[in-house]
């Protein structure tokens, strides 16, 4: 055992080492122009390092403008975690696609990031030779109604800004407009000068056609005076600068003749459409309850604008739908907006299920064409559920496959029914010599008990205790909660609120005062009288 531990230990303690020593690499943004600056991160939550990264490797492709060591202790659920970051501003030296190469720190890698250096193309005018001006520009000059054209406004300085700095709001008629992450901050290079750049991004939805304008917006801030100042306890001088950018037209065209008139109208750069289900629906039975979830993910458009999938409507299921979950997460291209939709489909007879294909249409406005991503249709193989068994009325017999089989039914029937038949007169035999009728012991809870069960349950909106005692209460009655809602709407109509409680996530909205009502109020079914009465004696318990 002492030998084992040895062996052990070592690997353990290497394990950790392993797990602790983990490198990751971000950067701020994945495209940038030539002579732009991007920011590296580099960060670990292992303790005990305490040198700094190894810069070398980046030599050949960037120039390191600077780096700054940040340090952090968070703490979540009394769990105390120490994490350090290493933000590195770097100069790529060349156009097209640049690989930051993995960084080395102490035994620990980081994984390499590739990154999109597009040519520049700013021009040398009047504007670059301001200490502050602004820029503002869209990436592409038409789009489709409701669909997403992104601007770009950028902020160039050349000189030092207070924080007293403000931005124009953009306000665009007939048009939504969504805010494409933080501001970005970083360095430019323009005829050799260092200009410090503040970005901000927008995702612009048209909603008429026709011509649409972005009006100029306007940036003032006040720049910081370098010169000395007399009175050095005074307020600091400096001048009030204000500028604006050019206006900017965008052609909005009409949707497409040819995109179908009763589909919703779906302008995106990409459309992808999944499923999952929980549990897997290989092995089911009549009554489990399977959650099925459809994911519609499209880049170009917010989950606002997504519309409703098509509904499970099946015969042989039944479908409990919760709420769709919306989000949106922001990229280099825009908003990718996601909408998903779960729905708990439980079986209510055995055999082949056929589930049809969900079909989506959408205009690539990529490509310029009409395109359908669908799910393929399939079938779920139900198979028979033998708890659910005590349902099936008394005497339904399932149909034979062959007559051989049929006739030992019937014989087996035949032979039954002469048994209980010369049982039923034995006991009537020996009843007739008993001096008086004894009242028989019931057995297990008495109806009156398991009705205060279902009144105390129902009262208490608990789904689950509720249904345990309204089957307890059944078996004792002399027929099934089938027949009994068959016959009594009410009771009918709290059965389905209560089964759509225990499949679906809102059980714990479940009200069940309409199901004891309707178990209070249910009427009685006709009996057959009873032949004692029939035969003029008084009854035993007289009322």
Not at 63 to 72: D, M
Not at 170 to 179: M, Y
Not at 499 to 519: F, K, P
């Amino acid at each position: 055992m002492t030998r084992f531990t040895a062996l052990l230990l070592p690997l353990l303690i290497s394990t950790f080492t392993a797990q602790a020593a983990e490198l990751t690499a971000s950067v701020d943004r994945s495209r940038l122009n030539s002579g732009e600056t991007v920011e590296l991160t580099l960060e670990t939550d292992d303790v005990t390092q305490f040198g700094k990264p190894d810069l070398s490797a980046l030599e050949a492709l960037f120039e390191v403008r600077g780096t700054r060591q940040v340090n952090q202790l968070n703490t979540l659920n009394g769990d105390t975690r120490a994490t350090t970051r290493w933000i590195i501003t770097l100069l790529p030296k060349e156009n097209g696609s640049v690989t930051i190469p993995p960084l080395q720190l102490g035994e620990a890698q980081s994984q390499p990031i590739t990154v999109q250096v597009f040519a520049s193309d700013h021009r040398e005018d009047k504007n670059s030779l301001d200490p502050v001006f602004i820029e503002a520009s869209l990436d592409q000059t038409s789009v489709y109604v409701q669909a997403q054209a992104i601007l770009t406004l950028r902020i160039y300085h050349s000189v030092s800004l207070y924080d007293d700095s403000s931005l124009s709001p953009l306000q665009i008629a007939d048009a939504r407009i969504e805010q494409l992450g933080d501001t970005r901050t970083y360095e430019k290079d323009i005829n050799g000068l260092r200009h410090g750049v503040i970005e901000m991004r927008y995702a612009i939805y048209p909603q008429h056609s026709g011509l649409l304008t972005i009006a100029p917006q306007t940036f003032s801030a006040t720049l910081v005076d370098t010169a000395p100042s007399a009175d050095a306890s005074g307020p600091k001088p400096g001048k009030l600068m204000r500028v604006s950018s050019a206006s900017i037209p965008l052609t909005v065209k009409p949707k497409p003749l040819t995109y179908p008139v009763d589909a919703p109208w779906l302008p995106a750069r990409s459309l992808s459409l999944s499923e999952s289900w929980s549990p897997e629906p290989d092995h089911t039975q009549v009554g489990d309850s399977l959650t099925r979830s459809l994911t519609l993910k499209v880049e170009g458009l917010a989950s606002s604008q997504l519309p409703a999938l098509p509904a499970t409507d099946v015969n042989g299921l039944r479908r409990y739908p919760d709420q769709p979950v919306l989000s949106n997460q922001s990229s280099d291209r825009g908003i990718i907006g996601s909408r998903e939709e779960r729905e708990a489909l439980v079986p209510s007879r055995s055999g082949a299920i056929d589930l049809p294909t969900v079909d989506v249409v959408w205009w690539n406005t990529f490509e310029d064409h009409l395109e359908h991503s669908s799910l393929p249709a399939r079938t779920l193989q139900v198979a028979n559920n033998p708890s659910l068994q005590i349902d099936t009325p008394a005497g339904t017999l399932q149909p034979s496959t062959a007559d051989n089989d049929t006739l030992w039914w019937w014989k087996l029937s035949t032979l039954i029914l002469a048994c209980t038949t010369l049982l039923g007169f034995g006991l009537w035999w020996r009843a007739r010599w008993q001096p008086a009728v004894h009242r028989a012991a019931q057995a297990g809870p008495s109806p009156r008990t398991l009705l205060d069960d279902i009144k105390r349950a129902s009262q208490a909106n608990d789904p689950h205790a509720t249904r345990q005692a309204l089957d307890a209460w059944a078996r004792q009655q002399p027929e099934t909660l089938a027949d009994m809602a068959a016959r009594f709407v009410p009771l009918s109509d709290a059965l389905d609120g209560l089964n759509g409680a225990l499949y679906s996530e809102t059980g714990q909205h479940w009200q069940g005062e309409d199901l004891w009502r309707a178990i209070r109020t249910i009427p009685a079914a006709e009996r057959v009288q009873d032949p004692v009465s029939e035969s003029g004696l008084p009854p035993l318990y007289p009322k």
